[in-house]
C-alpha cells in the first residue's frame, strides 16, 4: 500500500515531500536511540558508585569501554575485544529499541496509511545503526569519537557531540553524557565541569562575585584566589609579584570587578584587558599525565552593552567603558587557545543600587548557563541580553590581532589594538 502511495507522490511531482518526510523520520528515530542510549549510559554511571554489589557489576558492562579508552585518553589493547563484545552490543541494543520505541508512539498520531512508510523507514534506521556499530567493532573501537588528544582542542559545536567533546567525557566520567546531540547534558547540566580547577578572581569582594565565588565552591574546584582592583593590580606599571605568581597557577580567570562611577574606563576596560594579557604570558598549565585542557577566561558584562543610557552622563562613561572591552573579548570567544565565557548580567541589587533581583539570584544563573556549557551566558529578566547575542555573535567585530595562549607563554601576533 504505502509503495503505491508513494508512487502516487512521485507522479504528482511531490517527491521533494516525500524525500522530506523520510530524512524527518529517520533523523526522528535515530535520535531517539541516542537519547535512549544516553539515559541508560547516565544510570550505568551512577550504578557503579552503587552500595548494590549487583548494580556496580553491571554497570562493569559499560566501565570496560573506559577501561579500554581511559582518562589519559590512551587506548588500552588488553581491553580492545572486550569492550568488542560488552560495551558496542550495549550501545547497539539501546539504539535499537529506542528507535523503536519511537517509532511505536509515532504510529498512535499517524494515518492508518502512513505508518507502512514510517515502519519502512524505522528498518532502514535499525540497519544503519546496525552497520555502524558493526564497522566500529571492525576498526577495534577506534571511531572518530575517540582521539588521542594529547591537548584537548576547543570545541566549536553546541549542538553535535564531538571528539573533543567526548574526550572529556573519558577524562570525568560524570560529566559530558551525551553519545551524539546534546540534549541530555542540556537537560542534567553536565555539559562542562569545574572540579579541580584553579580560579582566580577579582571583584570577589562586591555583591555578585561573592555570590559567585559561593556558587563555585559547590562546583568541587580546587582553589579560589582573589585579585584585588587597587592592590594586586592598577596599571601596566603596577602589577605586584604575587598577582604573577597567581595568574601563572591559574586555570580559569574571572573578571568581576568594575566601577560604575569614577575612572571606569580603567576599571571596566584596561585592567580587565591587561590581566587577560598577564595569564596568556605567564600561565604554566600543571604538568600531568592527562591530556590538557585549554585555560578560561569570564569576563562579567552588562545589559548597558545593548540598551541606551538614558541621557545619562555617568550611564554613557559606564557603557563605553564595556563597550570599549568587546572586540578585545569577540577576538577571545573566536581564538583556539582559550576558551572565552562573556556573562551579560542584567542589574541587580548591590551597593551600587537596588534592582528588581539580587546578586545570588544572578550568581545562581550565571552557573545554571554555564553547566550547560554556554560560552555566551546571558542572566536577564528584562530580554536585553539575549538581543545583544546578536549583537555580539554577528555586528561585534574581533580585533585583528590579539592574544594567543600557549603553555610556553603568550604569543602576541601584530599590535594589541584595531
Same mark, same amino acid.
Given at each position: 500500500?504505502?509503495?503505491?502511495?508513494?508512487?502516487?507522490?512521485?507522479?504528482?511531482?511531490?517527491?521533494? &515531500?516525500?524525500?522530506? %518526510?523520510?530524512?524527518?523520520?529517520?533523523?526522528?528515530?535515530?535520535?531517539?536511540?541516542?537519547?535512549?542510549?544516553?539515559?541508560?549510559?547516565?544510570?550505568?554511571?551512577?550504578?557503579?558508585?552503587?552500595?548494590?554489589?549487583?548494580?556496580?557489576?553491571?554497570?562493569?558492562?559499560?566501565?570496560?569501554?573506559?577501561?579500554?579508552?581511559?582518562?589519559?585518553?590512551?587506548?588500552?589493547?588488553?581491553?580492545?575485544?572486550?569492550?568488542?563484545?560488552?560495551?558496542?552490543?550495549?550501545?547497539?541494543?539501546?539504539?535499537? $529499541?529506542?528507535?523503536?520505541?519511537?517509532?511505536?508512539? %509515532?504510529?498512535?498520531?499517524?494515518?492508518?496509511?502512513?505508518?507502512?512508510?514510517?515502519?519502512?523507514?524505522?528498518?532502514?534506521?535499525?540497519?544503519?545503526?546496525?552497520?555502524?556499530?558493526? &564497522?566500529?567493532?571492525?576498526?577495534?573501537?577506534?571511531?572518530?569519537?575517540?582521539?588521542?588528544?594529547?591537548?584537548? =582542542?576547543?570545541?566549536?559545536?553546541?549542538?553535535?557531540?564531538?571528539?573533543?567533546?567526548?574526550?572529556?567525557?573519558?577524562?570525568?566520567?560524570?560529566?559530558?553524557? @551525551?553519545?551524539?546531540?546534546?540534549?541530555?547534558?542540556?537537560?542534567?547540566?553536565?555539559? @562542562?565541569?569545574?572540579?579541580?580547577?584553579?580560579?582566580?578572581?577579582?571583584?570577589?569582594?562586591?555583591?555578585?562575585?561573592?555570590?559567585?565565588?559561593?556558587?563555585?565552591?559547590?562546583?568541587? &574546584?580546587? @582553589?579560589?584566589?582573589?585579585?584585588?582592583?587597587?592592590?594586586?593590580?592598577?596599571?601596566?606599571?603596577?602589577?605586584?609579584?604575587?598577582?604573577?605568581?597567581? %595568574?601563572?597557577?591559574?586555570?580559569?580567570?574571572?573578571?568581576?570587578?568594575?566601577?560604575?562611577?569614577?575612572?571606569?574606563?580603567?576599571?571596566?576596560?584596561?585592567?580587565?584587558?591587561?590581566? &587577560?594579557?598577564?595569564?596568556?604570558?605567564?600561565?604554566?598549565?600543571?604538568?600531568?599525565?592527562?591530556?590538557?585542557?585549554?585555560?578560561?577566561?569570564?569576563?562579567?558584562?552588562?545589559?548597558?552593552?545593548?540598551?541606551?543610557?538614558?541621557?545619562?552622563?555617568?550611564?554613557?562613561?559606564?557603557?563605553?567603558?564595556?563597550?570599549?572591552?568587546?572586540?578585545?573579548?569577540?577576538?577571545?570567544?573566536?581564538?583556539?587557545?582559550?576558551?572565552?565565557?562573556?556573562? $551579560?548580567?542584567?542589574?541587580?541589587?548591590?551597593?551600587?543600587? =537596588?534592582?528588581?533581583?539580587?546578586?545570588?539570584?544572578?550568581?545562581?544563573?550565571?552557573?545554571?548557563?554555564?553547566?550547560?556549557? %554556554?560560552?555566551?551566558?546571558?542572566?536577564?529578566?528584562?530580554?536585553?541580553?539575549?538581543?545583544?547575542?546578536?549583537?555580539?555573535?554577528?555586528?561585534?567585530?574581533?580585533?585583528?590581532?590579539?592574544?594567543?595562549?600557549?603553555?610556553?607563554?603568550?604569543? $602576541?601576533?601584530?599590535?594589541?589594538?584595531?
Amino acid at each position: 500500500m504505502w509503495l503505491i502511495e508513494c508512487k502516487n507522490l512521485f507522479q504528482e511531482g511531490q517527491a521533494a &515531500v516525500l524525500c522530506s %518526510l523520510a530524512v524527518a523520520y529517520f533523523i526522528f528515530y535515530y535520535f531517539s536511540g541516542t537519547l535512549f542510549f544516553d539515559i541508560i549510559h547516565f544510570l550505568l554511571h551512577k550504578c557503579a558508585r552503587s552500595r548494590i554489589r549487583l548494580l556496580r557489576q553491571i554497570s562493569k558492562v559499560h566501565s570496560v569501554h573506559h577501561w579500554y579508552f581511559d582518562r589519559h585518553l590512551h587506548y588500552n589493547e588488553k581491553y580492545r575485544i572486550l569492550n568488542a563484545l560488552t560495551n558496542l552490543p550495549l550501545e547497539l541494543s539501546c539504539q535499537l $529499541v529506542g528507535s523503536w520505541l519511537s517509532e511505536r508512539a %509515532l504510529s498512535w498520531i499517524l494515518q492508518r496509511d502512513q505508518r507502512e512508510f514510517a515502519t519502512t523507514i524505522l528498518h532502514l534506521t535499525l540497519i544503519i545503526e546496525f552497520i555502524r556499530v558493526v &564497522v566500529v567493532i571492525y576498526l577495534g573501537g577506534r571511531d572518530t569519537s575517540h582521539i588521542s588528544f594529547h591537548s584537548v =582542542p576547543k570545541d566549536r559545536d553546541w549542538i553535535l557531540v564531538g571528539p573533543e567533546y567526548h574526550s572529556l567525557h573519558h577524562m570525568y566520567p560524570d560529566q559530558f553524557m @551525551s553519545s551524539l546531540f546534546r540534549l541530555f547534558d542540556w537537560t542534567l547540566g553536565t555539559s @562542562s565541569t569545574l572540579k579541580n580547577k584553579r580560579i582566580t578572581m577579582t571583584g570577589v569582594n562586591g555583591a555578585f562575585g561573592a555570590a559567585l565565588k559561593k556558587e563555585l565552591k559547590s562546583d568541587g &574546584v580546587e @582553589s579560589i584566589k582573589a585579585l584585588r582592583y587597587g592592590v594586586d593590580f592598577f596599571d601596566d606599571d603596577s602589577v605586584s609579584a604575587e598577582c604573577i605568581k597567581t %595568574l601563572r597557577d591559574t586555570d580559569i580567570l574571572i573578571l568581576a570587578h568594575g566601577l560604575r562611577y569614577g575612572d571606569v574606563m580603567k576599571a571596566n576596560y584596561e585592567t580587565s584587558r591587561r590581566l &587577560v594579557e598577564l595569564f596568556a604570558q605567564h600561565r604554566k598549565p600543571l604538568e600531568s599525565r592527562r591530556p590538557q585542557e585549554l585555560p578560561e577566561v569570564w569576563y562579567v558584562g552588562s545589559e548597558i552593552e545593548i540598551h541606551p543610557s538614558w541621557g545619562s552622563k555617568s550611564l554613557g562613561a559606564y557603557s563605553a567603558s564595556k563597550r570599549r572591552f568587546l572586540p578585545f573579548a569577540k577576538s577571545l570567544y573566536d581564538s583556539d587557545s582559550v576558551v572565552y565565557r562573556h556573562i $551579560v548580567l542584567a542589574a541587580f541589587s548591590s551597593r551600587m543600587g =537596588p534592582a528588581i533581583v539580587s546578586a545570588d539570584w544572578a550568581a545562581r544563573w550565571t552557573m545554571w548557563w554555564i553547566r550547560r556549557g %554556554l560560552k555566551y551566558v546571558p542572566v536577564t529578566y528584562t530580554g536585553f541580553a539575549y538581543l545583544n547575542f546578536f549583537k555580539f555573535l554577528f555586528k561585534i567585530k574581533a580585533e585583528v590581532n590579539g592574544l594567543r595562549f600557549s603553555g610556553d607563554g603568550m604569543k $602576541v601576533e601584530g599590535s594589541k589594538d584595531v
